[in-house]
Each structure stands twice: as C-alpha cells, then as structure tokens.
C-alpha cells in the first residue's frame, strides 16, 4: 500500500515494481469480459460485521471492484451470515489488531458498530491512511465529528457517512423543487422513532458474559458498567453511554434534504422539550441513562447568505407537527419513518424519509405546475458503491454523497439536539421549589466555532464526553 494517503490505489499498483509480493498484476483483457483485475479492485475491512455491520459489507460486495479482506466485531454470536458470505476473510474481535496485522494488505474500512465506537474505529483508519464509510451518525459526541472531519482532510481519505438516502433520487428532486416555495422559514421533521425501549431505568442484576463476546471491546471507550444483555444486539440505541437515541438513529436520513437545500450549517439556538414519566403523584421519574421515550427539539439557523433565520424543529416518538392546512385529511403526512415539510413564503414541500416522493402541497399542483427539469447528478449505482468507486479513484477525484466535509457539521447539528436533550433533566442543586428544579430547561445559546453553550455552561458537559483509560482520540 502506498505511503502517500492521496495516492489512488489504482496509480500505485501500475507504477510498482513487477517484483512486489503483494499484488498479482493481471491486465482485464486476460480476464475476459464481465471480470475485474485485481488492481482496480478495493480491498475493504470490515469494523463491525454483525447487524448493520452484515447489511453494509455485503452492501459492498454487490460491487465486483469491492474485495472483503477481513472483518472484526466484538460479538461473534451475530457473525454468521458474514462469515458465509466471504469466506475467506480474516475474523477479529479488535479492530486494533485487525488494522495493525492488514494495514499494508487493506485500502478501505468500513465501520458499523455501535455510536460509541464510531469515532476511536474511524480515526485509527484514517491515520493509516484508509478510506473510510462510517455509519450514522458519524459519531457520539459534537467533538468527536469536529475531530473525524478534520483528520479526513489532514489524512487525505475518501469518506461517506451512512445515510444512503443521501445518494437518493428523492433528495436531489426535493432540490430541484424547493426554489418553487420561494425562501424558507422553517422546516418540521419527525421519525415514529424509537421502536426500542427508551426512557427506562438502567439495567441491573448480575449476568454472565457470554463466552463469544468481549464485553471490554464492546464498552470502547464509555465508562466500564457490568455486562448486561438488555444492551445488546440492538438496544444500544436507547442509552446515552453507547447510543444517540431516535435523533441520532433518525434525522441523519430525515434532516438530509434540510442541510442539502438550505445554505445553512450550524445553529446558534437550541431548546427542547421532553415527555415526563410520573411513576407516582407528584414525583416524576428520573432515567438519566436512558434516552426519552418522545421529544420535541427547536434549532435556529442563521442563513449563509444573510436572509433571514430559519427554525427547524424535530419531533419524535410519536409526536407531529400540525398537519398542513393544503394536505387533505386522507392523504399521507410523511411516511411509516417519518417525513420533512419545509414551510416557505411561496407555498410547501413535503417529503417521505430520505426525501423520498417530494410534492408540492397542495398536491394538485403537481400536476398543474410547470416543475423544473431533472439537473443534478443521479447516482444509480447507490451509497455503498458510490464510496467503493470514489475510493478506487483517490482521494481529490473521486466524489461521494455525504463526505464528512459535509457530515461532520450536518451530525453536529443534530448532537447539539441531544445536548439540549440531556441539558434538560439538570436539576438544581440549590431547590426550594418546582419552579426551579431544573436549570436547563430553557433556550441554549452555541457558539459553533469554539463548541460551547455561553449561557449554561452545565450543557457543555456533553459536548465531549469524557473517555475511560486507554483510549484517545487525537489527530
């Protein structure tokens, strides 16, 4: 593998010696017709081959440039269908030692563990100079984007988050679109997420950890809690330690077409609401380790180019927006995932999940009016090989969806959400009443460029999370 991180693969291998070991050099013309050389292919390892993990690499090798060298997951009881679907790929527990025993063997790395891993799993491939697809969202914590989208610039390495809906035909139709509604005002997004336990106590009791899995790999960098099997295989998702809860599984895909449209990055306000749990009269119940059942988040953005701001607002766990006033009662708002409605000065637009199926509101319009015509770039051959093709064609030249120049402030935006979320169940040291109970409970300030809230330095708390012994995160 070359040294030099900007270097396609492809480059290297027809300016090497004949004599390196490494490679076997075969002209596709020897191959026939329909067979790719091994030099345009893409050795790809796999950091999470279970669940999502499974999906993504055999995501991947519907490519014939895409070659899965390896993988590593902590849990192999959720292996199987990986392990039969490439046989021949090496089998880890840590990716640590996966990266260091194929560093010179592999070009690419996909990560699909859980949220707490993203970042430590993502980092270590770039500085050895490895492409990298990083599911959704890109990471835990505010920080830990900021970091990942400045090592892929310093690292030189083709990225893509895993919001496939970002290589959509819904999205790049909903921009083409939105110019009829004129400028926008606000935007309402909502998921039926969670559809797994959420706002629950922590788990207890004492369980055996099962032989196959590494429960100290799967803690990563969070603190060190007992094994307990309500976390796994999915689970996760629900607690602050390892997950980012339905805003962070959702508005990656949701929220997509609103920082593709809108020349906006980051808010400079954020509040937020919650569900209350009451498990007596009078005493609400506290689950700090869980994720709510339901919320509602309200973000400001300043325009880009000096208009005026726009909210948008984010709903969840059953909760809506109002249901537009040109939408008939029988017809779909959003679909079963959820959907966006953007609110302009010349009318509506709303879309499914991913921006899928954008229309006009009223509907009928269209029908009636004169829609511009197909002018952005489709991409047919879909996210995941999307990313294998842009990496063949190196870092500079080849082009992908949601590279995280693009992904890092888009997933900021969407963790200051579960800032305020998290902001919101501070209590007051210092009570005497209801009334000031809670101290974060009120509209948060940010201040993007340095990472901060200025008005409640409690909320900071959650911008970088604190890691436990042994593991780093530095450029």
């Known amino acids: 593998m070359s040294k030099k991180r900007n270097y396609p693969r492809r480059n290297f291998i027809r300016d090497a010696s004949v004599g390196l070991a490494a490679f076997s050099i075969v002209p596709r013309h020897v191959l026939g017709k329909g067979h790719v050389a091994p030099s345009d292919k893409l050795n790809i390892a796999g950091i999470g081959a279970g669940g999502k993990g499974t999906s993504d690499l055999a995501e991947f090798a519907k490519s014939p440039r895409a ?3 390896a993988f590593a997951d ?4 959720q292996i199987a269908t990986s392990v039969k679907n490439f046989p021949k790929a090496a089998i880890y527990k840590d990716f640590r030692e996966m990266l260091a025993k194929h560093r010179d063997t592999i070009d690419a790395v996909s990560v699909s563990t859980p949220d707490n891993t993203h970042a430590v799993a993502a980092l270590a491939a770039m500085q050895l100079g490895k492409h990298v697809y990083l599911q959704k969202p890109m990471t835990h914590d505010i920080y830990e984007a900021r970091i990942l989208t400045q090592a892929a610039k310093k ?5 893509q988050m895993g919001n496939q ?13 939105i110019g009829l509604i004129g400028e926008v005002t606000a935007v309402q997004c909502w998921t039926n997420r969670p559809v797994w336990p959420q706002g629950l106590p922590t788990p207890s009791g004492k369980h055996d950890t099962p032989s196959q899995l590494d429960w100290d790999l799967w803690i990563g960098p969070a603190k060190m809690i007992d094994f307990n099997p309500a976390y796994l295989p999915f689970n996760w998702r629900g607690w602050w330690d390892f997950g980012t809860g339905s805003l962070g599984d959702m508005a990656c895909h949701i929220m997509d ?3 593709r449209c809108l020349p906006i990055d980051y808010p400079t306000e954020v509040e937020a609401s919650v569900a209350t ?9 506290q689950n700090p380790d869980s994720c709510p059942p339901s919320s509602i988040i309200h973000l400001t953005y300043p325009r880009k180019d000096n208009g005026k701001n726009i909210r948008v607002s984010w709903y969840d766990g059953g909760l809506l927006p109002m249901r537009p006033a040109e939408l008939l009662p029988e017809e779909a708002f959003g679909n079963w995932d959820g959907g966006v409605l953007f609110e302009g000065t010349k009318g509506k637009l709303l879309a499914d999940c991913y921006g899928a199926n954008p229309r006009l509101l009223p ?17 047919p051959e879909g996210h995941y090989v999307q990313w294998v093709n842009a990496c063949i064609d190196g870092y500079g030249k080849g082009k992908t969806s949601s590279p995280f120049e693009f992904a890092g402030p888009f997933t900021e935006s969407i963790l200051i959400g579960n800032l305020a979320l998290r902001s919101y169940f501070i209590k007051n040291p210092k009570l005497k009443g209801w009334d000031d109970k809670y101290l974060g409970r009120k509209k948060l300030l940010w201040d993007a460029a340095n990472m901060r809230i200025t008005n409640f330095d409690d909320a900071n708390q959650y911008v970088r999370r604190e890691y436990r012994e042994g593991w780093s995160l530095t450029l």
Do not use: C
């Open 67 to 69: 070659n899965i060298v």
């Open 74 to 77: 902590v849990d192999h009881r």
């Open 155 to 159: 690292y030189k390495v083709v990225t």
């Open 165 to 177: 809906g970002g290589s959509g035909d819904g999205v790049r139709r909903t921009q083409e679109l």
């Open 257 to 259: 077409p609103v920082f």
């Open 277 to 285: 749990v009451w498990r007596e009269m009078w005493n609400d119940t």
């Open 363 to 379: 509907t009928k319009l269209m029908a009636t009016t004169n829609l511009p015509k197909e002018s952005l770039a489709r991409v």
